[in-house]
């Protein structure tokens, strides 16, 4: 089963705004990484936050950790159309190396 | 950089084939991972290996198997290929999950007939 749910499925904006995009999960974790994924390529790490984190930030994006709610959000701050691909969280469980993948968020940001 | 690359970029089998899948990392990392990625499924974990001969099932498993004879080489087989296993592989290696991020390959496009 999957164990990381992506919200929304798709999200369409206009360069310039921000694009949020949010992560479930269901077992403990050690920690939650981003992925992007440009159309029939492989994944591309961005961003892993820990579970004794609560927020990371790398450039344009900021990552929040929630382990209360077991969820995370991916924010992307001024929008390019260059950002336009599938966002991806991934988690780590604190019970082995097993990484698991949600089902993804289809970003399209228009000129 | 690291360099995650597998054998082949698109695949026809036919039904019945037996397929290998090939994955070689240059970085001299501990874990290895074969997802399959549908629509509207993401990407699914069928094998993982955290050391030399070791692995363990994924979510789907059924149907394929692995090796990993050398650390730096992850196989997938799927020992009679179906029709409902056309999908894109991803191969992926990391130094270890709790540290730090997985690296890609491009992905191999199997499609059986």
């Known amino acids: 089963s999957q164990q990381g749910e992506e919200d929304p499925q798709a999200l369409s904006i206009q360069e310039g705004e921000n694009a949020t995009m949010n992560c479930s999960y269901k077992t403990s974790i050690n920690n939650l990484q981003w992925y992007r994924q440009n159309s029939g390529r492989g994944l591309v790490h961005l961003i892993l936050?820990?579970?004794?984190?609560r927020e990371k930030h790398s450039g344009r994006l900021r990552v929040t950790l929630d382990t209360s709610k077991k969820s995370s959000s991916l924010l992307i701050t001024a929008s390019r159309a260059a950002d336009t691909a599938s966002y991806f969280c991934a988690t780590v469980e604190t019970s082995g190396s097993r990484l698991t993948f949600g089902e993804g968020t289809q970003l399209t940001v228009n000129p | 950089d690291v360099k995650v690359t597998q054998s082949s970029r698109y695949l026809v089998k036919r039904t019945g084939e037996k397929v290998f899948l090939e994955c070689v990392q240059d970085m001299d990392h501990e874990n290895m991972f074969w997802y399959r990625q549908d629509p509207g499924l993401g990407l699914r974990l069928i094998y993982f290996s955290y050391d030399v001969k070791m692995k363990e099932k994924g979510d789907i498993p059924e149907g394929y198997s692995v090796s990993r004879e050398k650390k730096e080489r992850f196989s997938l087989i799927l020992e009679s290929a179906s029709t409902n296993q056309t999908s894109m592989y991803l191969c992926a290696s990391s130094l270890t999950p709790g540290v730090g991020e997985a690296f890609f390959g491009q992905g191999t496009r199997l499609t059986v007939v």
């Open positions: 936050i820990r579970s004794n984190e």
